[in-house]
């Protein structure tokens, strides 16, 4: 059988409740059973020694000789120690050989429980002198009552409060938990209708406590945030991915079906459709390999190792100089070792290269310097092209976007995007910026002394069409 989570909680409050107060309730029937009895064996004991004197000064045997009735404040008795001395037939304690050794001065005075008519009583055997001892006994009866009725009354308190406890107990949990009732019915209802947008609304007087709970609320809601914006992200890159391969694939398609009536064609005819044919594939698998580098970004880490940044600049821009033979590049890179994967670093510069390259008007220079500073490593890649326009400056970087100038430019749009994830996922930070003079300068920012956790994998770095 289940159980919920705040049943367990008031049942485990309110039995260690109810165990703390029965133990001081049983406590506290000890002590009074205690008290009471030691009140009655004091009050025993100073009648006791009012008794004895009197029966020094008396010298009579038998005092109080009713204690059927108790009428006296104690029955009392003078009992000898010889067991054979006269008058002993009027004894009405009963008398042991405990009684005579404290007559005779072997043992010393001790209280005894006896019964006498029925009535409990309390009986305090003491030495009088002369071989004999004096028994006096008064009824405790009524004090053991008292000590009972004590007790009922501490077992009736204790029932209520066990009872008490039990309702502070499901009050308790329910107060304390009703926070995690709430994660629990949200997280339900994102399972029920898969809408991230939930979030647990806390009352004010609640989200001020600062406690565990509120911190695991303010968790959830930060992590519902973060599942939202991640579900968005997919389905935006769903959509545009679509949206991205519908045209060539459509191309795709009319070329494909124009070679299947190939004997239709003239061989120019048949010439033109194939190189179509190939330059679409080519574009297609670009794309998707780009995408496929775009989702790697929840891969796990990589092998991590120092990289001589500046050697690889240098690579990077040798590899660029092949692909784009037009443009000159210029590099101007001071020695410095970062922490991070060199492959995925690679293509990280030979999408930023790739990109200066595509808008640099016909011999212009891309200007790439690698700089060190205490604080922080700077590489900047400059163009002297059109630029980015304000308008495009806040987007540069998003998936599948391109400007007006880029659009009749080949590429996915993806390179930008995918430099970014690189850069972030090695501590670093990308940003593009509008220079002085024109063109376009992107920046990536390492911190000093290397970067942190890299996250993502991926193959040896080359042109990935970004686009701005």
């Known amino acids: 059988m289940k159980v919920r989570l705040r049943t367990r909680l008031a049942i485990v409050t309110s039995a260690a ?42 010298g009579t045997g038998v005092l109080y000789a009713e204690c059927a009735w108790l009428a006296a404040p104690a029955c009392a008795q003078v009992v000898p120690a010889d067991p054979a001395a006269p008058g002993q037939s009027k004894l009405v304690l009963p008398v042991t050989g405990a009684t005579r050794r404290v007559a005779a001065g072997s043992l010393g005075p001790y209280y005894s429980d006896i019964v006498r008519d029925g009535r409990s ?3 305090y055997t003491i030495p009088l002198g002369g071989g004999r001892a004096l028994q006096a006994a008064v009824r405790s009866d009524t004090v053991e009552k008292g000590v009972e009725q004590a007790g009922l009354l501490l077992g009736a308190v204790g029932g209520a409060g066990v009872l008490l406890a039990a309702g502070l107990g499901y009050f308790s949990s329910r107060t304390a938990l009703r926070p995690v009732t709430r994660l629990t019915a ?3 209802r994102i399972a029920a209708t898969r809408d991230a947008a939930h979030r647990i ?21 930060t992590m519902l945030g973060e599942l939202e914006d991640a579900v968005a992200a997919q389905r935006r890159l769903v959509a545009d991915a679509s949206h991205e391969l519908r045209t060539p694939l459509t191309a795709l398609r009319t070329n494909a079906e124009l070679l299947a009536r190939a004997e239709r064609l003239t061989p120019a005819q048949r010439d033109r459709a194939a190189t179509a044919l190939g330059r679409q594939l080519r574009e297609v698998t670009g794309l998707v390999n780009d995408l496929i580098e775009l989702a790697r970004d929840e891969e796990p880490q990589q092998l991590v190792e120092p ?44 999408n930023l290269l790739d990109n200066a390259a595509k808008f640099s008007p016909s011999g212009g220079a891309v200007e790439v310097r690698l700089s060190v500073t205490t604080d922080r490593i700077d590489l900047t890649v400059r163009d002297h092209g059109p630029g980015i326009s304000a308008e495009d400056l806040p987007y540069v970087f998003d998936r599948f976007y391109r400007s007006r100038q880029a659009r009749a430019l080949p590429g996915s749009g993806l390179g930008l995007a995918m430099a970014r994830q ?47």
């Open 121 to 123: 009583l309390r009986m």
């Open 422 to 468: 690189i850069a972030r996922a090695h501590g670093a930070e990308l940003t593009a910026e509008r220079p002085e003079g024109g063109g376009a300068l992107f920046r990536i920012r390492f911190p000093s002394g290397g970067s942190g956790g890299v996250g993502g994998s991926g193959g040896p770095g080359g042109p990935g069409g970004p686009e701005r």
């Open 17 to 58: 409740v109810a165990v703390v107060a029965l133990g001081v309730l049983a406590a506290a029937y000890v002590v009074i059973r205690y008290e009471i009895r030691n009140q009655l064996d004091l009050q025993l004991k100073q009648q006791s020694g009012t008794i004895a004197q009197q029966a020094r000064q008396s």
């Open 201 to 221: 609304e806390l009352p004010p007087h609640e989200a001020a406590r600062g406690d565990e709970i509120t911190r695991l609320t303010d968790s959830f809601n």
């Open 307 to 350: 990289v001589r940044l500046d050697l690889l600049t240098e690579r990077c821009a040798a590899d660029a100089r092949g692909h784009w033979p037009d443009t000159p590049f210029a590099v101007d890179a001071e020695e410095v070792t970062v922490n991070g994967v060199p492959a995925r670093l690679a293509r990280l510069l030979a």
């Open 186 to 188: 949200t997280a339900e």
